[in-house]
T-cell receptor, first 109, second 116 residues
Framework: GEDVEQSLFLSVREGDSSVINCTYTDSSSTYLYWYKQEPGAGLQLLTYIFSNMDMKQDQRLTVLLNKKDKHLSLRIADTQTGDSAIYFCAEIVNTPLVFGKGTRLSVIA | GAVVSQHPSRVICKSGTSVKIECRSLDFQATTMFWYRQFPKQSLMLMATSNEGSKATYEQGVEKDKFLINHASLTLSTLTVTSAHPEDSSFYIC????????????FGQGTRLTVV
């Protein structure tokens, strides 16, 4: 079945770049997503990448997809304290999204 | 982007009572809605998938008689937690997808349910 794995914690200094990694198992994924969840809040779609792309850049966010290794990463440039949150990667194979457990990003001022 | 409104954002209820959570798509027609549950410090668990006008499809282990889902229109789905117990306390999030929006899923703000 589908499975999405993420590291649980990441701590970076303000101004540095953050890289959050994700691996997935189902090679038939069509879209892969990154969501951000702030404490007590719902999910905010940050960005997504179609499976036939290798990279997508959106302002401070860069998504890299290595389809051969089934590896997805999210790079946040110039990380700010407001970026502190839980980041979920998710894949869509059939209709519902399959989520990883989330990576808690802590930004140290 | 598309907006999904979930209401209420917080609710406290007594054991044994029922609570209804609404999920509305405000600017698109949501042919499919999903209900997720999130325990503290854990990921989202899909509870059920509902298509407008059809019965919801529940994931294994989710009691359909306890978590009643209604998707009567293209803009509204409701989740009713019946005879709530303290172990039902959780964060419930809906998401909606419309055919005109590709495969993006837009999420509601979530509902924090506390059963006392």
């Amino acid at each position: 079945g589908e499975d999405v794995e993420q590291s649980l914690f990441l701590s970076v200094r303000e101004g540095d770049s953050s890289v959050i990694n994700c691996t997935y198992t189902d090679s038939s994924s069509t879209y892969l997503y990154w969501y951000k969840q702030e404490p007590g809040a719902g999910l905010q779609l940050l960005t997504y990448i179609f499976s036939n792309m290798d990279m997508k850049q959106d302002q401070r966010l860069t998504v890299l997809l290595n389809k051969k290794d089934k590896h997805l990463s999210l790079r946040i440039a110039d990380t700010q304290t407001g970026d502190s949150a839980i980041y979920f990667c998710a894949e869509i194979v059939n209709t519902p999204l399959v989520f990883g457990k989330g990576t808690r990003l802590s930004v140290i001022a | 982007g598309a907006v999904v409104s979930q209401h209420p954002s917080r609710v406290i209820c007594k054991s044994g009572t029922s609570v209804k959570i609404e999920c509305r798509s405000l600017d698109f027609q949501a042919t499919t809605m999903f209900w997720y549950r999130q325990f503290p410090k854990q990921s989202l668990m899909l509870m059920a998938t509902s298509n407008e006008g059809s019965k919801a499809t529940y994931e294994q282990g989710v009691e359909k008689d306890k978590f009643l889902i209604n998707h009567a229109s293209l803009t509204l789905s409701t989740l009713t937690v019946t005879s709530a117990h303290p172990e039902d306390s959780s964060f419930y999030i809906c998401s909606a997808r419309g055919t005109g929006k590709g495969t993006e899923a837009f999420f509601g703000q979530g509902t924090r349910l506390t059963v006392v």
